[in-house]
């Protein structure tokens, strides 16, 4: 089964600070990496991916780091706002069917305190 | 529309119900996707459509489940005799390019409450 494995599963962060979340996978032959943030009520918004030929990308305030060796990605947002208070999901995308569907994580539901 | 649009919003159903979740997605988009979200949970894939036809059925959790997307475009989730463990928000995603490209629009789900 393939699973991608997502802590912590709650953050607390003052305005301000440095959010880390981390997500873990196992099948080796997955090919895309997204972070999808997800408000009440919303579905999931595509808000950065990464390939695993990078290492690191960025765009604006979010920051993915890729460690291809360990099998593991991460999502850094500085200066974080209360505006980012969110569930935040990782996911990858599979190698093999038709769909290439994505398999996200369980999520983190950050929370910035102003 | 703008964006990928899902209808009911909310549907409460008795146990034993069937019913019927509609997606309309961005026009033009060809692949379609219908996920379920348990609370508390990441979305778990369901079925995959490219066009009309439907390529993928594998995370289909029982033959109770069933979609279709006749002409292309609007794709409908039904679920029959409804049990409590399908309680959950569906999503609905649309993509312009067939299954594979990087990234597609989720809509804003249905959140089934079978009671």
């Known amino acids: 089964q393939q699973q991608v494995k997502q802590s912590p599963q709650s953050l607390i962060v003052q305005k301000g600070g440095i959010s880390i979340i981390n997500c873990a996978y196992e099948?080796?032959?997955?090919?895309?990496f997204p972070w999808y943030q997800q408000f009440p009520g919303k579905g999931p918004a595509l808000l950065i991916a990464i390939r695993p030929d990078v290492s690191e990308k960025k765009e604006g305030r979010f920051t993915i780091s890729f460690n291809k060796s360990a099998k593991q990605f991460s999502l850094h947002i500085m200066d974080s706002q209360p505006g980012d208070s969110a569930t935040y999901f990782c996911?990858?995308?599979?190698?093999?069917?038709?769909?290439?569907?994505?398999?996200f994580g369980s999520g983190t539901q950050l929370t910035v305190l102003p | 529309g703008a964006g990928v649009s899902q209808s009911p919003r909310y549907k409460v159903a008795k146990r034993g119900q069937d019913v019927a979740l509609r997606c309309d997605p961005i026009s033009g988009h060809v692949s379609l996707f219908w996920y379920q979200q348990a609370l508390g949970q990441g979305p778990e894939f369901l079925t995959y459509?490219?066009?009309?036809?439907?390529?993928?059925k594998s995370g289909l959790p029982s033959d109770r489940f069933f979609a279709e997307r006749p002409e292309g475009s609007v794709s409908t989730l039904k679920i029959q005799r409804t049990q409590q463990e399908d309680s959950a928000v569906y999503l609905c995603?649309?993509?312009?390019?067939?299954?594979?490209?990087?990234?597609?629009?989720f809509g804003s789900g249905t959140r089934l409450t079978v009671v």
């Open positions: 996911a990858a995308r599979g190698d093999s069917g038709s769909a290439r569907q994505l398999t």
């Open positions: 099948n080796t032959a997955f090919d895309y």
């Open positions: 459509f490219q066009n009309e036809a439907q390529l993928d």
């Open positions: 995603a649309s993509s312009e390019k067939p299954a594979g490209s990087y990234g597609y629009t």
